[in-house]
């Protein structure tokens, strides 16, 4: 789409967007006014349909965001007091993700700035959990670290300026949230287990058991989660062969210190390595109790500024997804009818 057939709304007042996150388990949409004020935020989550069956199943997640799209984007626009004829322009999840999940997303906010002529930006769904910062924090500026921490992903990026990002570490094999739920379903728990470790966990004994932080030769800022959770899974497999009880709160506190400690410990030093004086969380994991009280801790101590979004913000959120359309649109980002969903977007890239 052209600039010139553009709504430019900017002259007489606020950037307003409309942002649409289907990349995996939630339907999403949110209205967000210069990039920080919400309007709006609607998450229809597939959480109850996805328990059956221990796990996001692709096809059904992508049946469930067709049926909801429509009715999550018009609550939206109602919540928000919005017409579409008010908004500047629509954002939308084009990667990472599933792909089927991302094509209702895609679909739907091309369909709808087809209609109403209103720009589209497509946004990289991890810059969106980075994003969700700048909603709470107006203050904030990169450049920053930050942790980004979800079901898919687990990255350490320096944020250098608005669209530009140097991802200084990641995970070599499990992101931390699919360790979490990995390690819940051995416990037990239901999906997503995330959430049910970290409520398990503060009745447990963090140090029980000396589960392993794995390191990296060379790579001090990358992750390796999949060691980990074999060991929980060998801890279990023993205790059962030998006919001795477990203790699952201990297994769940000492499971989730290993994880804060390496996530906390491998962002911090990437940190002070690099110059910076701020630090930031996002990603689902983000809404882990310890994580957030360990990285608030730490920043203090070692005298950085720290951001970490209210707990809606972290997992996944529209929101978050328009507040990065709007940086994206000051920096005349635009998609076009084209735009098409990519399942493994890297961080930086567009779609
Ligand atoms: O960002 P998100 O909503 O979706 C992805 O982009 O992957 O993250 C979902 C992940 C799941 O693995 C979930 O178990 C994890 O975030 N999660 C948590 C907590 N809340 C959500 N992990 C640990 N503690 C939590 N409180
Ligand atoms: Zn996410």
Redesign the pocket.
Known sequence: MEMTEEKMKTEDGDIVILGIES??D?TAASVVASGCEVLSNVIHSQIPVHTLYGGVVPEIASREHVKRINQVIRKALTDAGKTLQDLTAIAVTAGP?LVGPLLVGVGAAKAIAFASGLPLVGVN?IEG?ISANFIEHPDLAPPFICLVA????SHIVLMEDYGKYRILGQTRDD????A??KV?RALGLPY????K??QLAKEGNPDAIPFPRAKIDGSPYDFSFSGLKSAVLNYLNGCEMKNIPVNKADVAASFQKAVVDVLTEHTFRAAEDHGAKTVCLA???A???S?RAAMEAEAEKRGFTYSQPSLIY???NGAMIATAGYYAYLNGERSGLSLNAVPNLKIGERA
């Not at 992101?175 to 699919?178: H, I, K, P």
């Not at 997503?192 to 959430?195: E, L």
């Open positions: 990349s995996c939630e993700g769904h959990h979800s079901g898919g992903h992101a931390a949230g699919e979490y739920d819940a997503p287990g995330g959430p470790v970290d990603g689902g994991v809404a882990n109790s994580l972290c997992t996944d």
